[in-house]
T-cell receptor
């Protein structure tokens, strides 16, 4: 497996534009996570899905952020409209349902570096 | 959610053993302790996980005292390639529920 695949790797956009980040999780993984990383706030969990269903979106900062998972092999994180303070690296990760209870090994993608100017 | 506290940074010479301690005073009965490693421009990578006592794998050891209020990641004989940020996480996974929050991490610099 190629691991978690994110696209694009880099995105530069103007304030007010819509931004869509994409993620392909590892095949067979039941959990999918979206994280945001900045120098000031570190790694923040935005939302996670279990079997394509959003379970906890309490980390989504504002209504401008939305995430979908239409099927087991694809997820998107959308920001509309984007603002300069959204500039960050966005990571997608996936994890298996199976295995020992308590297992929290998640596999991360390479991330998307978003710059909003 | 249990909060974790770890040193912001550490320096070590090549070949030394490095121990990074994480405090998690309000760890819950269900919580596991997990460590991740992150290199620049990459996503975090799982290193090791434990619940109590000692866990060892091919890259690290994890020591957890009986009260589980802290844990120590031990990296034997570090090399320059171990320079990275190390995160301690406390959380758990059950069917339909997943609690996993990253702290600020410890930046380890290995010096030749």
């Amino acid at each position: 497996d190629a691991g978690v695949i994110q696209s694009p790797r880099h995105e530069v956009t103007e304030m007010g534009q819509e931004v869509t980040l994409r993620c392909k999780p590892i095949s067979g993984h039941d959990y999918l996570f979206w994280y945001r990383q900045t120098m000031m706030r570190g790694l923040e969990l935005l939302i996670y899905f279990n079997n394509n269903v959003p379970i906890d979106d309490s980390g989504m900062p504002e209504d401008r952020f939305s995430a979908k998972m239409p099927n087991a092999s694809f997820s998107t994180l959308k920001i509309q409209p984007s603002e300069p303070r959204d500039s960050a690296v966005y990571f997608c990760a996936s994890s298996l349902e199976g295995g020992s209870v308590g297992n929290t090994e998640a596999f991360f993608g390479q991330g998307t570096r978003l710059t909003v100017v | 959610l249990a909060k974790t506290t770890q040193p912001i940074s550490m320096d070590s010479y090549e070949g030394q053993e490095v121990n990074i301690t994480c405090s998690h005073n309000n760890i819950a009965t269900n919580d596991y302790i997990t460590w991740y490693q992150q290199f620049p421009s990459q996503g975090p990578r799982f290193i090791i996980q434990g619940y109590k006592t000692k866990v060892t794998n091919e890259v690290a050891s994890l020591f957890i005292p009986a009260d589980r209020k802290s844990s120590t990641l031990s990296l034997p004989r570090v090399s320059l390639s171990d320079t990275a940020v190390y995160y301690c996480l406390v959380g758990f996974r059950r069917a339909g529920s997943y609690q996993l929050t990253f702290g600020k991490g410890t930046k380890l610099s290995v010096i030749p």
